[in-house]
């Protein structure tokens, strides 16, 4: 007599095999399934963050070539390029600070078509934008040599002390910025003067100033 219980199994077991023979599986894969790809239920598909845009370019990562006007210039590597907002402001660099300075240093390149005055009047100009670092007001003795880039005649001063000039393009309010340094080129172009303007904390200045000289080298007129 055969036991009911062993029958059950019996049974069990037998209909697995018939399942198994009849070639039943579990669903197949998409055929255009890929490991990793997100998977869907019930028509719904799970959306992907959508790439990255490559980062602005904010920093020169190379020495790239830049028009001003009717010149144009080589920027050094490590400067940032920011937006000459100004009337006469035909380029804006933004210059890396050393520590323990808080700012970074500013190259402000503007040009002047219809003349902006005599070398000797805007270098007396600058001169009235500092005060000696013991203090007084008459003013810093600039270090001033000439020099010529690309035929064009060209004048640079170093003035440095308390940094008493505007606060930025609109000359609305003024600074009072101890420690300060300023290394400015006067270029002759054809169609007017140039003025090169780094301003910043002297050890941001120093370190940025032979940068400073190799872009005033670079300078070319345009064609």
């Known amino acids: 007599m055969i036991c009911p219980k062993a029958l059950g199994i019996a049974l069990a077991a037998a209909g697995l095999s018939i399942w ?15 490991p990793g790809q997100p998977s869907t239920d019930a028509g719904h598909v799970h959306n992907q963050a959508p790439p990255e845009a490559p980062p602005s370019r904010s920093k020169v990562e190379s020495s790239d070539q830049q028009h001003l006007g009717s010149l144009m210039v080589t920027v050094p590597r490590g400067w940032k390029v920011g937006q000459a907002d100004g009337q006469f402001r035909v380029a804006v660099y933004q210059l890396p600070r050393v520590a323990p300075d808080k700012v970074d240093a500013e190259l402000v390149v503007t040009a002047f078509a219809g003349g902006v005055g005599s070398v000797e009047a805007n270098i007396e100009r600058w001169r009235g934008m500092f005060e000696p670092a013991g203090g007084g007001s008459s003013g810093v003795e600039p270090k001033v040599r000439t020099l010529t880039v690309d035929g064009m005649k060209a004048t640079r001063a170093d003035l440095s002390g308390t940094y ?35 301003l910043g904390p002297q050890r941001t200045v120093g370190k940025w100033e032979q940068s400073f000289d190799t872009y005033l080298g670079s300078i070319k007129k345009g064609a």
Do not use: I, N
């Open 20 to 34: 198994t023979l009849a070639g039943c599986s579990m669903p197949s894969a998409p055929a255009d399934f890929q």
């Open 164 to 198: 008493v000039g505007p606060k930025g393009p609109m000359m609305g309010e003024t600074a009072h910025e101890p420690g300060w340094r300023m290394l400015v080129a006067f270029v002759e172009a054809p169609d007017g003067p140039y003025v090169f303007k780094l």
